[in-house]
């Protein structure tokens, strides 16, 4: 009860005395913990070699300069590789993630009790894995190679896509639903003409946004076989090749700007 | 001829939206329906249609009682009723034409309505109408781009689109400046006389309602409490729809558009006659 009566006068105050000092002592509580926490996970650090990190960082530094840009002539194909994994990867997951999508949003499945925890249930399922880990159980299932790295950042996108998809439709305008309906249409001319028109454009942010996002994750699938540019790296990592790494990470940058410049222009012209 | 029977409507949190309304809307009429906010207008005529299930009762057109229809036989019943709503409910990322047009949906495949390939009768259907209504240079645009006024109109003619024999009315003035809000009672109130179109029209503004339409039912906390002509509307019948308020004010402003409001509702007949 903020409101007090001192002195005759009404007072306002944002929260009673009582709260105020439980949430001090609330963050008082937090602090000491992080302290406790803090001892705990640095009990088995060795000190030394965190003191001769910084010399260790300067030698690995030194011996990484100049990069080798003549290395770049066998990069280009892991690369080309890399951005098709990621492609055709974010492809495969929006196909199979627009279905579920609209099987988890609350307004259009066709079944709250059953259908819908299926549905959110793969979202999870698919999110919770890194595209890496997709990446090591398939290298063992199908081989090492691109078909790999493709499915891995497919499964991945599936999670990603349908869950950001189906907040937007759920956050449709149901009046425009509402009056399609009203003129006799079916359920499917209902989602054609009142829900994918209010969704579209969220939807291509979306699916820009991943292709960026695999764009970046494609470029390490190599380490565990799965294709792409990270091959490469874990070769050169494996002989310490320091100045072939830096090149590597010239090139992965690179990449990476330039799709991240396509996917906000994208994305700007769509909104 | 629309013939409501004993219509209850009671939502999953218990409150009552309508008990037991029964009232009968012969062909050709316009009715207002008005009341307070809550009172039942707009789960009224959802009914009608079943947007929303009515909990019992019947609402029959012709010889077939709606609320027993089956899902197909009810999309098959919605193309005969045609629906204007309030802020317009157009799909704002569609062009006019889309709009327009997606008053056809009940009637073609849906394939045909996917690739947007609608029989050409239903397209030159939608540019005469786009044409009635006023708006014969704007069928390429984006329902967003377009004025209140003008939205409305496109929602008129997405509603006609469909051949409807009755037609719904949601408070089709609730955002619309007082000229513009005239216009389009204007409009609806020409095209129901010209296609001889009975209306259930929902409407706050009460002198709105007695300008332009034949008939005025009152709902009050989900009761029909005053169903009669415009003329009959008097303070104890508004006492009777919106509880204890001084009317006198409202009266007199009504009662100084009297000769207008009288030419208003003659004039369409006199037009109607020329026709």
């Avoid at chain 2, 229809?69 to 009723?81: K, M, N, V, Y």
Wanted: proline residues 4%.
């Amino acid at each position: 009860m903020p409101v007090a009566t001192i002195d005759g006068a009404p007072v306002w105050r944002h929260r009673t005395s009582r709260q105020s000092l439980l949430i001090w002592f609330g963050w008082l509580c937090l602090v000491a913990l992080f302290v406790f926490c803090w001892q705990v996970m640095t009990r088995d650090t060795i000190w030394a070699f965190v003191e001769d990190a910084p010399r260790q960082a300067a030698d690995i530094g030194s011996r990484m300069f100049p990069p080798r840009w003549s290395y770049i002539e066998r990069l280009l194909l892991p690369l080309w590789d890399t951005l098709n994994i990621a492609t055709l990867g974010t492809v495969l997951g929006i196909i199979i993630a627009v279905p579920i999508a609209f099987l988890a949003a609350r307004n259009t499945t066709p079944s709250t009790l059953i259908v819908r925890p299926i549905a959110l249930f793969i979202i999870v399922a698919s999110r919770s894995i890194n595209s890496l880990i997709w990446a090591l159980l398939l290298v063992s299932i199908i081989g090492p190679g691109v078909l790999a790295g493709v499915i891995a950042i497919g499964l991945r996108s599936i999670g990603f896509v349908a869950k950001l998809l189906y907040e937007a439709i759920e956050e449709i305008d149901e009046k425009q639903v509402e009056a399609v309906r009203s003129t006799g249409a079916s359920g499917a001319q209902v989602i054609d003409y009142a829900i994918v028109p209010q969704v579209l454009p969220a939807f291509f942010g979306i699916a820009v946004f991943r292709w960026d996002i695999n764009i970046r994750e494609s470029t390490i699938l190599g380490l565990v076989g799965a294709g792409g540019i990270g091959l490469q790296l874990q070769a050169s990592l494996n002989v310490l090749a320091w100045p072939q790494v830096t090149m590597i990470f010239v090139v992965i940058l690179a990449t990476v700007v330039i799709s991240e410049w396509v996917s906000a222009k994208v994305r700007h012209a769509i909104i | 001829m629309l013939t409501i029977e004993g219509l209850t409507k009671t939502y999953k949190t218990g409150d009552k939206a309508l008990k037991n309304v029964s009232v009968s809307v012969p062909s050709g009429q316009v009715v207002g329906l008005i009341g307070p906010s809550g009172a039942g207008k707009s789960t009224l005529i959802r009914c009608i249609n079943r947007l929303v299930e009515p909990t019992s009762g019947a609402v029959k057109m012709g010889d077939s009682d709606i609320t027993r229809l089956s899902r197909s036989e009810l999309r098959r019943a919605r193309r005969r009723i045609g629906m204007i709503f309030q802020e317009y409910a157009l799909v704002e990322r569609l062009t006019v034409m889309e709009n327009v047009l997606s008053g056809r949906l009940g009637y073609v495949p849906f394939w045909r309505s996917f690739t947007r390939r609608f029989p050409q009768e239903s397209v030159d259907k939608a540019f005469a109408l786009l044409e009635r209504v006023g708006l014969g240079d704007h069928a390429d645009k984006r329902a967003d781009a377009l004025s209140g006024g003008q939205r409305q109109r496109v929602g008129i003619a997405r509603a006609l689109e469909q051949d409807p024999e009755l037609l719904l009315v949601d408070e089709p003035t609730a955002s619309l400046d007082p000229k513009t809000s005239r216009q389009i009672m204007r409009l609806i109130l020409e095209i129901c006389r010209e296609r001889g179109l009975p209306a259930i029209i929902n409407i706050h503004d009460v002198v709105l309602a007695q300008d332009f339409t034949q008939r005025i039912l009152g709902l009050r906390a989900g009761e029909l409490v005053f169903d009669g002509a415009p003329d009959a509307l008097d303070e104890a019948a508004l006492t009777r729809i919106y509880g204890e308020e001084d009317w006198t004010a409202m009266r007199r402003r009504s009662g100084d558009e009297e000769p207008e409001h009288h030419s208003e509702r003659e004039m369409v007949e006199r037009l109607e006659g020329l026709a």
